[in-house]
């Protein structure tokens, strides 16, 4: 067996015992007292995450599925979507989009930046009239973070759209308020900031989004988001959840609740901070521009001549850190580190240490 590692990765992120501990626990009727009383607890807890009073629904899926919902419930064929492109899951975005029958209208940047707010709203402008904006927060490609989400939403409404919000790499790590901004969808995955195993969507739907649902069913079964919620209201999921991860959730919303919402976005901050502080100490420049920079994912620049599946290999092998590599145009150029979850300072210290000396190692 692996032994287990200082998991740096934006995602799947580091859990604590007492999350993997309640895995343990008895496999139960998913139709039954008990695991109603688990949901409904569930689902009060998520709705605390995303500040809502409205519906949520947690999908036994990754993110992804949590994307393919929120998509194949709003959009249907020939509906326009403005879609800000700035990295690849923006990119898998604006895709899915189109796969469900979309006209989609990218509002592009250069990885490493993100659209700004104002070319996002001149694109509405021009269009006009559209179904949605379908908006990642956190471009975890890069590690860009959008600043300006609120604003982006009320644009979105503006011009009678949905807004939906990827905030699967982000929420928790930063606050989304989605009543209060009017997020009609907001996605997020257990495995990151939530500090859960990977497995679980959960997602926030507005009043706006199950009105359109119940005139226009989607082509979906298994990620209709109606019939989450009605079978939600009972404490049920249509289909057998995913269990011992429903338990993990359980527990890690309940460390997130005790530790409280702002004060765990303060510690992201504060550790972003550190992190992003100690790579520059070591002569590391961000990808990202420090205006857009991620408080949940540091992506950094090698130093030139340095091998980055050697510079993992070791890290991971004689440090015990496990970072991620880049993708697309940053393959082998860059490395990212997730700040997520259970970030705390001795973590940042570590990795920090363990990337300073492998840079050495591997430079001599
Ligand atoms: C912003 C964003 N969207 C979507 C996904 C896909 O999530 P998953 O890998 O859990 O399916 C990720 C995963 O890292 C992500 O960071």
Redesign the pocket.
Known sequence: MDKQKLIML??PTNVSERVMQAMLKPVINHRGDSFRELYKEVLEKTRQLFQTQGDVVVLSS????G?EAAVWNLIRPGDTAVVPVFGE?SK?LAETVEMAGGEVVQVASEFGTAPTLEQLKAAMDKVGSFKAMFL?H???STGVAVPYLEEATKAAREHGAFAVI?A??SLGGYAIPVDRWGVDVCIT?S??CIAAP?GL?LLSVSSRVSELLKGSPPKTRYFEILRYLEYGMKGETPFTPALPLYYALDEALEELIEEGLEKRVQRHDRMSTLIYDGLAGLGLGAVAEKSVRSKTVIASYYPKGIDDAKFRRSLSQEKGVVVAGGFGPFAGRVFRVGCMGQINEGYVKTTLGAVRDTLAALSS
């Open positions: 934006p995602g990754s993110g992804t599925g994307v899951f898998r990642v956190n471009e975890t990827d699967i790499s995955g495995q990151k990977p969507a």
